[in-house]
């Protein structure tokens, strides 16, 4: 169970005043934009983040939580350039991948978008959200065998899934 909102502001103040007292120790500015990110914030969760990889660019995980921050501020470009970062440091790194899957499918590259999601289905065959997210490529792509032989798969794994992809295929938000 996650901190409530209060909870992630006293523990953000807390980071704060550490990054004040010792402003090169990475470890507080991942914490500043873990809870800068949890708060919503992602302006200045992205600055945090883009201290670290600035400081450690040999660390995966800055890298594919700056790739999310910007995701979340649709600067898509500016996270397939991070997110790669954070795919050649670390190339299992489901998250980036995933990451990285979702920002070519909003720049309209649903083709360069199955890659990495191909990617996490030879990690992990049954990896619920990559399934999922090459079923709404092939509906976007319009290749109903396809996305219906992903519904199969995800029916197995995560039947909620499969469900909201169908809702989706019908036109229904759901």
């Known amino acids: ?53 600035a400081e450690e660019p040999d660390r995966a995980a800055p890298f ?36 990285l899957a979702a920002s070519y499918f909003y720049l309209n590259l649903p083709y360069k978008a199955t890659e990495p999601l191909q990617k996490i289905l030879t990690i992990d065959p049954n990896h619920a959200k990559a399934n999922y997210g090459m079923g709404l490529i092939f509906h976007h792509l319009n290749e109903p065998e396809k996305m219906s032989r992903q519904i199969n798969i995800l029916e197995k794994i995560s039947p909620q899934m499969a469900e909201k992809l169908r809702q989706i295929i019908a036109g229904r938000r759901p």
């Open 64 to 99: 594919s939580l700056l790739g999310h921050c910007y995701i979340k501020l649709q600067r898509y470009q500016d996270a397939v350039n991070v997110l790669k970062r954070a795919i050649d440091l670390n190339p299992e790194k489901i998250g980036a991948l995933y990451r």
């Open 1 to 53: 169970m996650g901190l409530s909102t209060e909870e992630y502001k006293k523990v953000l103040s807390f980071f704060r005043k550490a990054a004040r007292e010792e402003p090169q120790n990475p470890a507080y500015w991942y914490d500043i934009g873990f809870c800068k990110g949890k708060l919503g914030q992602w302006q200045e969760a992205a600055e945090a983040f883009e201290k670290i990889v």
